[in-house]
C-alpha cells in the first residue's frame, strides 16, 4: 500500500515564506511524477505545480516566480518552497503521485493579511 503524507504547513504573515514536504512510501516514488494541489474554502481543488520523475517541473501561472517545486528521490520526498505569499494563497494543499493517482491528506497553509 502506497502511503502520501504532507507537512510544513501553518500560518504566516504576506510576504512570508513557507516550505511544504511531501513524503512518499516505497519505491513507486523514484518513477512517479508529482504534483502539488490545493483548495481553498468554497473553491474547486486547482492543481500548482508538477514534477517529473527526471526532474523537469512546471508551476501554474498564479505562483510562477514564487513557488519552487523540487524533489530528493534519496528521502522519497518532493518539496515545494513557497516565498511572497499573499492571502490568496490560503488553501489545504496537496501532494499527489500521478501512476496511480495516490493523494495526502493535506496540510493547510494560511496566509494573514
Known amino acids: 500500500q502506497v502511503h502520501v503524507k504532507e507537512s510544513g504547513g501553518g500560518l504566516v504573515q504576506a510576504g512570508g515564506s513557507l516550505s511544504l514536504s511531501c513524503a512518499a512510501s516505497?519505491?513507486?516514488?523514484?518513477?512517479?511524477?508529482m504534483e502539488w494541489y490545493r483548495q481553498a474554502p468554497g473553491k474547486q481543488r486547482e492543481w500548482v505545480a508538477t514534477?517529473?520523475?527526471?526532474?523537469?517541473?512546471a508551476v501554474s501561472d498564479s505562483v510562477k516566480g514564487r513557488f519552487t517545486i523540487s524533489r530528493d528521490a534519496a528521502k522519497n520526498t518532493a518539496y515545494l518552497q513557497m516565498n511572497s505569499l499573499k492571502a490568496e494563497d490560503t488553501a489545504v494543499y496537496y501532494c499527489?503521485?500521478?501512476?496511480?493517482?495516490?493523494w495526502g491528506q493535506g496540510t493547510q497553509v494560511t496566509v494573514s493579511s
Open positions: 499527489r503521485l500521478i501512476t496511480g493517482d495516490y
Open positions: 514534477i517529473t520523475r527526471i526532474g523537469l517541473t
Open positions: 516505497g519505491s513507486i516514488f523514484s518513477t512517479n511524477s
